[in-house]
Nanobody, 129 residues
Framework: QVQLVESGGGLVQPGGSLRLSCAASGFPVDSYYYAIGWFRQAPGKEREGVSCIKRSDGRTHYADSVKGRFTISTDSAKITAYLQMDSLKLEDTAVYYC????????????????????WGQGTQVTVSS
C-alpha cells in the first residue's frame, strides 16, 4: 500500500517561499511507472492540480497559475517529492496534497485528481501579510 506524508506547510508573507515535501513509501515493484502530483484546495473552491512529475522520465507539468514560480522535483532515490514554491501570492493559500498513481502510457502525467489512487493527508499553506 502506497503511503504519502506531506510536510513543510506554514505561514508565509506574499513574495516569500516554502518547500513542501512528500515522503512516499510502500511502492510496488513497478514503482518506476508511478507519477506524483501536487494538488491544492482553497476554502470554498474545488481541488485543483498544481504540478506533477513522472518518476520514469522526470517530465513535469504545471498549472498556468504557478508556472515560473513553483518547481516540482524528486530526490535521487525518487522516494521524496518536493514542491518548491517561490514568489507566493495570497491566492496560493490552500491545503496542499500530494498524490500518486500508476501510469500506463508515455503521455504527460495527469493533473486530474480522479486519476490518482493514493493521497496524503494534506498540509496547510497560508500566504498572508
Amino acid at each position: 500500500q502506497v503511503q504519502l506524508v506531506e510536510s513543510g506547510g506554514g505561514l508565509v508573507q506574499p513574495g516569500g517561499s516554502l518547500r513542501l515535501s512528500c515522503a512516499a513509501s510502500g511502492f510496488p515493484v513497478d514503482s518506476y511507472y508511478y507519477a506524483i502530483g501536487w494538488f491544492r484546495q482553497a476554502p470554498g473552491k474545488e481541488r485543483e492540480g498544481v504540478s506533477c512529475i513522472k518518476r520514469s522520465d522526470g517530465r513535469t507539468h504545471y498549472a498556468d497559475s504557478v508556472k515560473g514560480r513553483f518547481t516540482i522535483s524528486t530526490d535521487s532515490a525518487k522516494i521524496t517529492a518536493y514542491l518548491q514554491m517561490d514568489s507566493l501570492k495570497l491566492e496560493d493559500t490552500a491545503v496542499y496534497y500530494c498524490a500518486a498513481y500508476r501510469t500506463y502510457t508515455w503521455a504527460m502525467c495527469s493533473m486530474v485528481d480522479d486519476d490518482y489512487d493514493y493521497w496524503g493527508q494534506g498540509t496547510q499553506v497560508t500566504v498572508s501579510s
